[in-house]
């Protein structure tokens, strides 16, 4: 009597994609079928989407009144506020730098492995920037409306933003 394997082991999960007996047939490592993708970079409707992110979290702030605060309230630290936003200028620097003049005009690939230390600066002056501009709104707003507003402004507004606008 043989015993037979999915009986034995009924809670046993099973591959959810197909396996390619092709590309197993040929040597190739993995045999599984990538996902379908899904509308390009900048077809109309994820133009559309990223507009609507953007405008609607400009928006919000301006709800929150945050650029009125920023501009006129005596409470916001004006000196963590500029530190922050020398931050995100050394940022755009170094995103530049790296996508198109070493990407492009170097034509070396943007990976980790070729910019190791670039992208640790990155994290080191994103970490910075976030610190700073807390430094700055928490006066106002306190611990986690001020984090709601960086949580808002980096993806709703920066995130989309380099997003959309393309490197060419």
Request: hydrophobic letters at 45%.
């Given at each position: 009597?043989?015993?037979?394997?999915?009986?034995?082991?009924?809670?046993?999960?099973?591959?959810?994609?197909?396996?390619?007996?092709?590309?197993?047939?040929?040597?190739?490592?993995?045999?599984?079928?990538?996902?379908?993708?899904?509308?390009?970079?900048?077809?109309?409707?994820?133009?559309?989407?990223?507009?609507?992110?953007?405008?609607?979290?400009?928006?919000?702030?301006?709800?929150?009144?945050?650029?009125?605060?920023?501009?006129?309230?005596?409470?916001?630290?004006?000196?963590?506020?500029?530190?922050?936003?020398?931050?995100?200028?050394?940022?755009?620097?170094?995103?530049?730098?790296?996508?198109?003049?070493?990407?492009?005009?170097?034509?070396?690939?943007?990976?980790?492995?070729?910019?190791?230390?670039?992208?640790?600066?990155?994290i080191f002056l994103i970490m910075l920037s976030w610190i700073s501009f807390h430094m700055a709104l928490s006066p106002v707003y306190g611990f986690f409306k001020s984090l709601v507003i960086m949580i808002?402004?980096?993806?709703?507004?920066?995130?989309?933003?380099?997003?959309?606008?393309?490197?060419?």
């Amino acid at each position: 009597m043989s015993l037979d394997v999915e009986q034995s082991a009924p809670l046993r999960r099973r591959l959810a994609t197909p396996v390619d007996t092709d590309a197993l047939a040929t040597g190739s490592r993995s045999g599984i079928h990538a996902p379908p993708a899904g509308l390009p970079p900048r077809h109309p409707l994820q133009i559309l989407k990223r507009t609507a992110i953007i405008g609607g979290t400009l928006f919000a702030l301006y709800d929150f009144q945050v650029f009125q605060n920023i501009l006129h309230n005596p409470k916001v630290s004006h000196e963590w506020f500029k530190c922050g936003l020398a931050a995100s200028i050394a940022i755009m620097g170094l995103k530049g730098y790296v996508e198109l003049y070493e990407g492009k005009k170097k034509k070396k690939k943007v990976e980790y492995e070729n910019f190791k230390s670039a992208t640790h600066w990155t994290i080191f002056l994103i970490m910075l920037s976030w610190i700073s501009f807390h430094m700055a709104l928490s006066p106002v707003y306190g611990f986690f409306k001020s984090l709601v507003i960086m949580i808002g402004f980096g993806y709703g507004v920066l995130i989309q933003a380099a997003l959309m606008i393309p490197v060419w």
